[in-house]
């Protein structure tokens, strides 16, 4: 069975669900809050990291998200902006990703005067600051920007129309994000029909903090290519009969269109734990339906959703995984391939990494 060490580490993987303000260094933070004389709730890195991991650990994805006013607090700025995605992909880079697609959202980084348009070139500047600096010590990696429209603002089109027009500077796809109850995707359909206008992909935080309707508003009024963590889709799942040897599943309409169409999960086991978005199965890995939806076929992949506030990286994700559920190598590989096989990427780029992906196993 895979260790949680540099074996791990060492294996390539790809990141589709990492939020930009839950990556940050506590160091960081402390320096750019001192910049801008901003107060924050400790000026010593570990004492920093303790505190976002504790804050963060609320069984409440809306306790969880107030932790995002400390880190988008010092992302206002271009240099700021530029740092924080500079050093994000060295992060990244450091755990053995190859591919990682980074999310954010605008919208929260307009206090001290920047436009939209500014602060995604900010980020694309630093992004490609990392890259580089992962080419010149002899590695590399690919990242692409997620745009994130807040659904409980009125911007979905602006932020939207913001994502095409920088669909040839680094933004690869579009997603909305925040409080889920009652933010329904349909209240974004106008950001939706302007995205399927312009062959735009888009993912959908859903089935996180709501169940299966919000699930279904993702896919009918979203067109989402892939479901945001998507782990209540299990709610559509039921046993059926059961005999000595065998339970045999029932899996409903809502599942089974998810299921057939290979549309990605974008599961955060850590993530799915603090929020309570596993609640109704239990408290524990173990009980986590990751394994369930993986056995029954579904595209799940493996996501840390926000490294600062769950303390993780992906390569312990995956240990976590593998010692709750004794997973193998291949088994990783196939969440890596899955991943692979859902980016927001060109089909050559896409079987490029899958490739990539399958030398470095088979060298495992």
Known sequence: MPDGGASITALPKISLHDHLDGGLRPQTIIELADEIGLQIPATDAAALGDWFADKSD????????????????????????????RE????????????????????????????????????QAGL????DDVRDAGSGIRVGQLVSAMRHADRGLEIAELAVRHRDNGVVGF?????EAGFPAGKLRDAFDFLAQNFFPATVHAGEADGLESIRGALFDGRALRLGHGVRIAEDISTAREDDENT?????????WVKDRE??????????????????????????????LYQLGFHVTVNTDNRL??????????????????????DLEVFQLNAAASAFLPLEDREDLAEQLIAGFEQA
């Open 58 to 85: 609320s069984g409440s994805l809306v306790e969880y998200l107030k932790t995002f006013d400390v880190t988008i607090a010092v992302m206002q700025t271009e240099a700021g902006l530029a740092r924080v995605a």
């Open 88 to 123: 994000f992909v060295l992060d990244l880079a450091a755990d053995g990703v190859i591919y990682g697609e980074i999310r954010w959202a605008p919208e929260q980084h307009l206090t001290r005067g920047l436009t939209l348009d500014q602060v995604v070139e900010a980020v």
């Open 128 to 131: 490609e600051q990392g890259i």
């Open 175 to 179: 997603d909305i994000a925040g409080a």
């Open 248 to 256: 045999y599943m029932t899996i409903g309409p809502v599942a089974q």
């Open 263 to 292: 549309i990605a999960l974008e599961l955060s086991p850590s993530s799915n734990l603090q929020t309570g978005a596993i609640a109704q199965w239990g408290d524990e890995l173990i009980d986590h339906p990751f394994d369930l």
């Open 309 to 330: 506030m769950s303390r993780t990286t992906l390569s312990r994700e995956l240990a976590l995984l593998a010692d709750a559920f004794d997973y193998e190598v291949a």
